[in-house]
């Protein structure tokens, strides 16, 4: 949430800018210093964390996707004392992602909990730019009644939605078709693949 800035002019140097901070307008179009202070009437300080990836451009998937995927993945704790002493809802063990540790390491996995009672939305995000993904169905899928896949948003099912896109004249445009009948799950190159579950089976 903050402005940043970086450059390298010298071997051996990065130099980074963060909440830049000026006393006078300098003419670059905001017509007013960029002088924002806290109570003590000082600059406001930044925390913020840095993470510098070490890699060959050959690396696939690209390490620095990995890294911010598993930093946008981190756990939030949350406690809170219990109102009741009723048993803990039977969908809890879903979120272990039981049934999904075979998925290949560069493929993220996305679960979250839908108003309906047992219905989860999940997604599978290929993070390599340079090859598809493909393996079986994972075992996850079999702990539900019901499996489909719907469009990223999951408003809409995949076929439907493949059905009805916007079709753009030219070389580069292809049509897709994908099938809940698949015998494997193939994810595209940074693509995502959506599917709505329901009917948890304990």
């Known amino acids: ?12 140097e990065i130099e980074l800018m963060v909440n830049r901070r000026i006393t006078v307008d300098d003419a670059r179009g905001v ?3 960029l002088n924002e202070v806290g109570p003590d009437g000082k600059g406001l300080p930044v925390k913020l964390t840095h993470r510098i990836v070490f890699s060959k451009l050959s690396d696939s998937p690209n390490p620095a996707r990995v890294v911010q995927a598993r930093i946008d993945q981190s756990p939030i704790v ?12 039977k969908n809890i063990p879903l979120l272990s992602a039981s049934g999904l540790q075979d998925l290949p390491e560069y ?8 108003e309906e009672d047992d219905t989860f939305l999940v997604r599978l995000h290929n993070l390599d730019d340079s090859r598809a993904a493909k393996f079986k169905w994972p ?3 079999d702990r539900f009644q019901d499996a489909i896949e719907v469009s990223l948003t999951g408003t809409q099912d995949r076929h439907s939605n493949q059905e009805e896109r916007l079709h753009w ?7 897709m078709s994908r099938s809940s009948s698949e015998e494997e799950l193939k994810v595209g190159a940074l693509e995502i693949r959506t599917f709505i579950v329901k009917g948890f089976n304990d």
């Open 1 to 12: 949430d903050r402005a940043e800035g970086g450059t390298a002019i010298l071997p051996g």
């Open 31 to 33: 017509t007013e210093p």
């Open 78 to 89: 949350l406690l809170a004392p219990r109102r009741t002493h009723e048993d803990p809802p």
């Open 107 to 114: 493929v993220k996995v996305y679960i979250s909990p839908l």
């Open 139 to 141: 075992q996850f899928f």
């Open 169 to 175: 004249n030219g070389s580069q445009a292809k049509h």
